[in-house]
């Protein structure tokens, strides 16, 4: 496939944030069409409205029904909202919420019917979204809930960027809850996410993961807490037995304080701002929000709506840019694995028979059926 032929799927987010902006600004250079299909759900009204106020160079948008009907090597949107939606920059409005439900709801209709052949997600705002037909702390849990045909699937969100990939036992949940949802079952599923991820989908072959203390100077042998001893700890343990390699519990503020990060493929951090704040501050322009586990690809900014600077033309588009470009290539390394994978060979080995001739013997049950 023609690497132009590409589609990808960008929701609009949140009208009144920098959602647009960061993706106009993102698509401006054409070099992206040569990578890519851009395929953008929301209006071409709104879209029309940033890119006149804001400034942003002028680049024709084919207005199609669907991702099926996009015309490759060319920019393409598709109206999911009504002409009389009010864009108020920097106001969180339920008018604003109810646009981004209606995006991204479509773009996932058409990533699930095979219309196009990832999704990356402008931000939305996590209040204004809520509704009868959404009702879930962000897009990771509402993903897990759309795209998980058996119900075996679990997303695990990854933040990434070139050097560093942190992801989360636990994700939009109130501090006070997530002592309470870590179980060694739930980490050591965590880490076999993490680890399966890094190798399909960041092409990165027996990756060393690094999992993080709960508690302060992991838990100081029980006087800090005792999550350390009785759940992380055990979790490891099993997750190494499996043979992954995979190290910890470590405390936070010192494996990122001194650069210890960089010697691990991945971190699976115990709550969201324990991996994210550090992850933030190394990385913030360039990094992604990629959710795994899932057969479908989806990335996304691993900023928020910035409502202080919405309609400004201050925002920096480099996290929309590196998200569209995380997208594809997740896409090609997990083509190439499935590719590698496809026709596995018989396992073969030896064994000594009763009078001691070696005798080769052939495992059918892992030959290609």
Known sequence: MADNRIKVGITQGDINGIGYEVILKALEDNRILELCTPIIYGSAKIAAFYRKNLGIAQFPLNQVNSGADARIGEYNIINVVGEDVKVEPGVASRAAGEAAFCALERAVADLRQGNIDLLVTAPIDKHTIQSDRFTFPGHTEYLEASLSDNGNDHALMILCSDNMRVAL??????????????????????????????????????????????????GEEGLLGSEEKEIITPAIEKAREKKINCFGPY???????????????????????????????????????????????????????????????????????????????????????????????????????????????????????
């Open 169 to 218: 036992a636990t994700t939009h949940v109130p501090i006070a809850r997530v002592p309470s949802m870590l179980t060694t079952d739930g980490i050591l599923a965590k880490i076999e996410s993490l680890a399966e991820s890094l190798e399909k989908d960041f092409a990165l072959p027996h990756p060393r993961i690094a999992v993080l203390a709960l508690n302060p100077h992991a």
């Open 251 to 369: 405390a936070a503020d010192g494996f990122f304080g001194n650069g210890l990060f960089n010697k691990f493929d991945g971190v699976l951090a115990m709550y969201h701002d324990q991996g994210l704040a550090p992850f933030k501050a190394l990385a913030m322009n360039e990094g992604v929000n990629f959710t795994a586990g899932l057969d479908y690809v989806r990335t996304s900014p691993d900023h928020g709506t910035a409502f202080d600077i919405a309609g400004k033309g201050v925002a920096d588009a480099e996290s929309m840019r590196q998200a569209i470009y995380s997208a594809i290539d997740i896409l090609r390394n997990r083509r190439r694995h499935r590719s590698a994978h496809r026709n596995p060979l018989r396992k073969q080995y030896y064994e000594k028979s009763k009078n001691d001739n070696v005798v080769l013997n052939l495992n059918e049950t892992d030959s290609d059926q």
